[in-house]
């Protein structure tokens, strides 16, 4: 079929159904290079761009394949990434050098040129470019090169990217580049349809998309709209979502003004506040990026909504790197639900691993990978408050500006089973619910989270807080069935462990420094001397009126029996705080109590919301002090072996460039509706 340039109605027409492809894979086989025979699946990435794959597991590789039907004229790229953004993204760049095609392993750390691996974990199968723009492409990459500049392909959906240069020499791609989601071990996912179901529509009301007060980079905007959840519009259906009416949310779908939506670039729906983590946040439900998908709940799950709850944020953050003005932004987030409330409940774990000063000291300036003691979530906590195995449906990390790296290693059986979630470099602009390679978590299993800073850029050192230009060290994940636990916080050790098994002096010299000092002073011991007036030692404290009435319940076992009778002497205070209230206290921080000196190396962390033999003291949530422990890396099994020979069909490779009009398009339907036209309707227009 030609299409001729006077044919621009019929033009108007198709560009108009562009918005309602049908099925993707309709146009994704034809007769070019990309036949059914060769690829196993095919995802339409834009109009004009197509992304072929087949898996070979027996092999170990992945067959990868692009078809760009028009305006290609130089390098193009495909990349898996951790995240929507280039940081950490791992590329196979196919471009012509000295007029030969290669195909070239590279990865990128920040948003520079990307650099080729050291490793280079790729072999071109065939690439042409025509003189008319159409580019294809096929290489073959291993599915796990253990390569640390490339992401392994597993059986989830990920992140990748694409990108196209304008001349052959590798460099910056302009704004010809994109994101979306791929799972290169399956054929991509059939999104259920959405026709008759109630949802609701939270949108933003109409913002002007400017930086707010206290905002800090007028070209990345966050604005929060709040939502009181009892005045909340009425449903398509009707329904009304008040408090204490509960349903269950099956589906999470953004829903993008089309005047705005090229500057929206991230959504977290929160309870409640703005730029950051919000202060007093509980609960994140659903945190979305440009690309990401919706989030849609197995038939038996559901994401409880109302009932409790009354307030609810919409955070979006909008980037606008030219400051266009007069920009206003109705976008937000389409809820499904159902009033038939669903077998399984959906919930989230919050893995705060600092988000304040009390829980880290501030993050050194001038470091360019500063780490933090880890976040241990041992196993005898989990196999405590889980009751069950829980399933992850997807992980957020979250920090600030200074985040370098963070991962949730797992551990089961003393065998890492590697990171919850795979993303080489955090990215703050670029936050998003992803899915786990994991899958699946059993109690018993060990959670270990680290988290890097790379504080070159700054001169002061930075402090943990809600602020974007304090840090953060924090992951949510969403699970169902959804457990009694929903947050862990890493909780430094406030007691000071070395009195534990260093001597005391003076008439103390036979007990440990812990007994002297309880002795000396209780508040201090306790580290609670800034809650209370007057200082006071455990012998005052035990024959006292108000040990039983006031302290009793927070310190029990603090004084021997005598305090009943407020007739204790200093020696039976003594003897009762060496053998009662040091061992108790130092065992649980994993120290032992001079003169037994077997056990000098103290826990350095616990963790708030664990417990080994449930919650003892809910007035302080339950903690369970852990060793930060060296974790076995997972030793890494390659998989891949480039040298496997693939046959592909013997059929043109591209557009007929004999033809003086490269509308003339050599019988492809797929470059009928993707790509020529809409050249030929730009054409149109710029002539006119
Ligand atoms: C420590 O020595 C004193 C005498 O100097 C004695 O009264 C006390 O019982 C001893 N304490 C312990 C725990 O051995
Ligand atoms: C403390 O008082 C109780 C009850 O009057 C008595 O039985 C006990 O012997 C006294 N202890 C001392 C050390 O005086
Ligand atoms: C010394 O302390 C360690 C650790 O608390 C404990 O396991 C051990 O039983 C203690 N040894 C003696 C002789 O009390
Ligand atoms: C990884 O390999 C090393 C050396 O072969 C071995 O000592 C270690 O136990 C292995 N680690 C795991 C988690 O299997
Ligand atoms: C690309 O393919 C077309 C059609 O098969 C062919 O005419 C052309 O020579 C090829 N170009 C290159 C650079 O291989």
């Not at 955090?426 to 936050?431: C, E, L, S």
Request: glycine share 8%; hydrophobic share 35%; with cysteine.
């Amino acid at each position: 079929m030609r299409i001729s340039l006077s044919n621009a109605s019929a033009a108007l027409l198709l560009l108009a159904s562009f918005g309602t492809l049908a099925a993707a894979e309709r146009y994704c086989f034809d007769d070019t290079r990309f036949t059914e025979a060769d690829w196993a699946f095919c995802q339409q990435i834009q109009p004009d761009l197509f992304m072929y794959y087949t898996p070979f597991p027996e092999e170990g590789n992945v067959m990868l394949g692009l078809h760009a039907t028009r305006d290609t004229f130089g390098w193009t790229a495909l990349a898996l990434a951790g995240n929507g953004g280039m940081k950490g993204a791992s590329q196979v760049v196919v471009r012509q050098e000295n007029g030969e095609w290669i195909a070239e392993d590279r990865h990128s750390r920040d948003y520079v040129t990307p650099s080729l691996d050291a490793s280079q974990d790729v072999k071109l199968l065939f690439a042409n470019q025509t003189s008319c723009g159409e580019t294809s492409w096929g290489v073959l990459i291993p599915m796990n090169s253990c390569d640390d500049d490339d992401y392994p392909i597993e059986d989830i959906s990920v992140f990748m990217h694409w990108a196209f240069g304008d001349g052959h020499t590798f460099g910056f791609h302009g704004s010809r580049r994109g994101q979306f989601h791929a799972n290169l071990m399956r054929a991509p996912k059939d999104v259920p349809s959405t026709d008759g179901l109630p949802y609701l529509d939270i949108l933003m009301p109409d913002v002007p998309v400017v930086v707010g007060e206290g905002g800090s980079d007028p070209t990345n905007p966050y604005i929060c709209s709040f939502f009181d959840i009892s005045q909340l519009p009425k449903s398509n259906t009707n329904e009304e979502l008040g408090p204490g009416s509960k349903v269950h949310v099956t589906r999470f779908s953004p829903v993008l003004d089309e005047d705005s939506k090229q500057f929206v670039h991230h959504m977290i729906f929160i309870i409640p506040e703005c730029e950051s983590m919000p202060s007093g946040c509980s609960i994140m439900k659903w945190p979305w990026a440009v690309g990401s998908e919706d989030i849609i709940f197995p038939e038996d799950v559901g994401l409880p909504f109302g009932g409790e709850q009354t307030m609810l944020v919409l955070q979006m953050h909008y980037y606008n790197p030219n400051l266009v003005e007069d920009i206003r932004d109705s976008s937000g987030v389409r809820v499904y639900f159902t009033t038939e409330l669903r077998p399984e409940e959906a919930g989230v774990i919050a893995l705060n691993g600092g988000t304040g000063p009390w829980q880290r000291p501030s993050v050194p300036a001038g470091q360019s990978d500063y780490a933090l003691d880890p976040m241990v979530i041992p196993s005898s906590c989990t196999n405590y408050n889980w009751r069950e195995p829980i399933t992850v449906l997807g992980v957020i990390h979250h920090m600030h500006l200074a985040g370098l790296n963070m991962d949730i290693n797992v551990e089961r059986d003393g065998r890492s089973l590697g990171p919850l979630r795979h993303e080489k470099f955090y990215d703050f602009n670029h936050q998003s619910l992803e899915e786990s390679p994991l899958g699946k978590l059993d109690p018993g299993d060990q959670l270990v989270m680290n988290c890097h800073y790379d504080t070159t850029g700054v001169t002061e050192d930075i402090s943990f807080g809600d602020l974007t230009q304090q840090e953060m060290c924090y992951a949510i994940m969403m699970v169902y069935p959804v457990q009694d636990v929903d947050d862990y916080s890493y909780t430094p050790v406030a007691f000071n462990t070395e009195q534990c098994f260093t001597a005391g002096t003076g008439a103390f010299a036979n007990v440990s420094a812990c007994t002297e000092n309880y002795m000396e002073s209780v508040p201090t011991f306790f580290d609670f001397r800034n809650n209370v007036e007057d200082d006071f030692g455990a012998f005052d404290m035990c024959n006292s009126d108000w040990y039983e009435s006031l302290l009793l319940p927070y310190l029990p076992a603090s004084c021997p029996d005598c305090y009943k009778n407020s007739n204790c002497t200093a020696e039976e205070v003594a003897i009762h705080a060496q053998t009662v209230v040091c061992p108790n206290q130092c065992n649980m921080m994993g120290a032992s109590v001079y003169p037994n000196v077997s056990q000098t190396e103290a826990y350095a962390s616990g963790v708030w919301g664990c417990s080994e033999n449930g919650p003892a003291s809910p007035e302080f949530g339950w903690v369970q002090y852990t060793r930060a422990i060296e974790m076995q890396e997972a030793n890494c099994t390659a998989r891949g072996d480039l040298s496997q020979v693939v046959e592909l069909a013997d059929v043109p490779v591209g557009a007929d460039e004999s033809a003086a009009d490269c509308g003339a398009v050599s019988g492809s339907t797929k470059l009928m509706l993707g790509g020529a036209l809409v050249g030929t309707f730009v054409a149109v227009f710029t002539m006119l």
